[in-house]
């Protein structure tokens, strides 16, 4: 499986020879493309021909591309690789509204126990009442916990006055990271033949990964315990080395279904688990990630 997270951060030439991603700097350097996962080009002095990006795309690699402000703005997703697209579009157009509610009801609750573990880990306040919000969310949580865990959560983590609202670089970080981790879960979500757009609670119509915004939720938690132990390199900004940082959370070592992958791969494990959800119409075997300190995973 692909473990290599690339980060184009100096002006460079991308281009594929032999299977292998070339990248043409000061000196000249090369990746077998089997072994990359995804690619941030953040420089606005880089290259990449047509011809590479159709390799990698062929390759299940997400390509991301950043804004003027450095920001993560683009990503390109790998489509029609899968086999049985058809098929995967009816498993996901049938699944019933129950199996939605309870696909959303777990999330929610992993959601909320994760933020109570970062809580818990800084010696923050309000633990024990995430602890119980997450035990009383309900089917497709229609009492709105997560919404009163949310503000708790962050209350707790950033004090009474933060704002997910407000500019600054705390939310700049945050913003910077989720994009990370929604741009690999859309790339796993188009590798297994489903269609980003139909989400499971998520129904805007102007947005093109719903799904992607339903199964981050949980992988959330990763990227506000990475902010809240650099508060202190933040205040210099969202700077070039936070945001490569940021971006090796994709390294950081994840527990799910019982073991411990890197998130990446914890990714694939809950997009892979999921489609196997909507084809047998129940969220019975959702593998969601547990979260734990964070720690570079090691591959064996």
């Known amino acids: 499986m692909a473990f290599r997270n690339l980060y184009i951060q100096n002006p460079a030439r ?37 011809p590479t990006l159709s390799f990698l ?13 450095h920001l993560p703005c683009a990503v390109v997703l790998p489509l029609g690789q899968y086999y049985r697209k058809l098929e995967a579009l009816e498993a996901q157009l049938h699944v019933r509204t129950k199996t939605k509610a309870r696909l959303w009801q777990k999330l929610m609750k992993q959601k909320i126990e994760n933020q109570a573990k970062v809580l818990e880990l800084n010696h923050c306040k309000n633990v024990a009442e995430l602890n119980f919000l997450a035990t009383q969310v309900t089917e497709g949580d229609k009492t709105f916990k997560e919404s009163r865990a949310a503000r708790l959560y962050f209350m707790g983590l950033f004090g009474d006055q933060f704002n997910r609202r407000n500019e600054n670089p705390m939310n700049g970080a945050l913003n910077y990271g989720y994009a990370i981790i929604r741009g690999i879960i859309a790339r796993d979500i188009c590798a297994y033949g489903f269609e980003p757009a139909l989400g499971v609670f998520h129904k805007n119509e102007l947005n093109p990964f719903n799904l992607a915004d339903d199964l981050i939720e949980p992988f959330r938690a990763y990227v506000d315990l990475w902010a809240y132990e650099h508060q202190t390199d933040l205040k210099a900004g969202l700077t070039p080395t936070n945001k490569q940082a940021l971006f090796q959370l994709l390294f950081t070592e994840v527990r799910i279904d019982g073991e411990f992958h890197s998130l990446s791969n914890a990714v694939h494990k809950l997009v892979s688990s999921y489609t196997t959800c909507c084809r047998n119409n129940s969220a019975a075997g959702l593998k969601l990630p547990e979260l734990i300190p964070l720690v570079a995973h090691e591959y064996e």
């Open 14 to 50: 991308l281009s594929i020879s032999r299977s292998q991603l070339v990248i043409q700097q000061e000196e000249r350097y090369t990746v077998p493309v089997e072994d990359i996962s995804s690619i941030m080009i953040e420089h606005k002095q880089c290259t990449i021909t047509a």
């Open 57 to 69: 795309a062929e390759h299940q690699v997400a390509v991301f591309t950043c804004d003027q402000k």
